[in-house]
């Protein structure tokens, strides 16, 4: 089953903070986070494993909340190359593969 | 530096014709997925291969078949394409075997359209 992102969409000034959130209905392993510019693959930002941790690099950061079966990607002090669409993409504790969301269209204006 | 190349940026085949959509990657992975993008959907695994000659299917397999005839390549086939399946497919690789979870990397897609 999917996992669930919120928001859909989101439009920032430069600058501006964003948070995108990803939910599921089943016990998750580990989530990972990919970035799609337009026209572009799909990226690689981040993978957070069961237990809790935190991790980002740069102004872009993650949390895990295993209780909840969700995660948050924190965007901090956006850039224009912030731009793109963010995947989550989600392992459960009884599954073997990833199950991505539907993704969150960011767009970062000047 | 890891390359996932997939035959054609841009397709535009007519209903009821055989597809086939390529997928190459030279890192020496061992499994491959192929998903359909699709707005609002997000990225829907269609079939994945973990070995030569070895596939299963996702979660949206019907009305498509795979092959991988070498390690490198994962076809995508449309046995005769539907107005339905007018979409962005996705190639990706992943290197641990049976470890699906692995981080994948993906080719830039093809845009096929079916009129």
């Known amino acids: 089953q999917q996992p669930v992102q919120s928001p859909q969409a989101v439009i920032l000034r430069e600058g501006e903070d964003a948070v995108i959130n990803c939910s599921s209905s089943?016990?998750?392993?580990?989530v990972h986070w990919y970035r799609q510019k337009h026209g572009e693959a799909p990226i690689f930002l981040m993978i957070l494993l069961k237990g809790g941790e935190q991790k980002g690099h740069d102004k872009i950061s993650a949390s895990f909340n295993e209780k909840k079966q969700q995660s948050s990607l924190y965007l901090t002090a956006s850039q224009l190359s912030y731009s793109g669409t963010y995947f989550c993409?989600?392992?459960?504790?009884?599954?073997?593969?990833?199950?991505f969301g539907e993704g969150t269209q960011l767009t970062v204006n000047p | 530096d890891v390359k996932v190349t997939q035959s054609s940026r841009y397709l535009v085949k007519r209903t009821g014709e055989k597809v086939f959509l390529e997928c190459v990657q030279d890192m020496d992975h061992e499994n491959m997925f192929w998903y359909r993008q699709d707005p609002g959907l997000g990225l829907r695994l269609i079939y994945f291969s973990y070995d030569v000659k070895m596939k299963e299917k996702g979660d949206i397999p019907e009305g498509y078949s795979v092959s991988r005839e070498k390690k490198e390549r994962f076809s995508l086939i449309l046995e005769s394409a539907s107005t339905n399946q007018t979409s962005m497919y996705l190639c990706?690789?992943?290197?641990?075997?049976?470890?699906?979870?692995?981080?994948?990397?993906f080719g830039p897609g093809t845009r096929l359209t079916v009129l």
């Open positions: 990706a690789s992943s290197l641990a075997a049976l470890y699906l979870t692995d981080t994948q990397y």
């Open positions: 993409g989600t392992e459960t504790t009884s599954g073997s593969r990833l199950t």
């Open positions: 089943k016990a998750l392993y580990s």
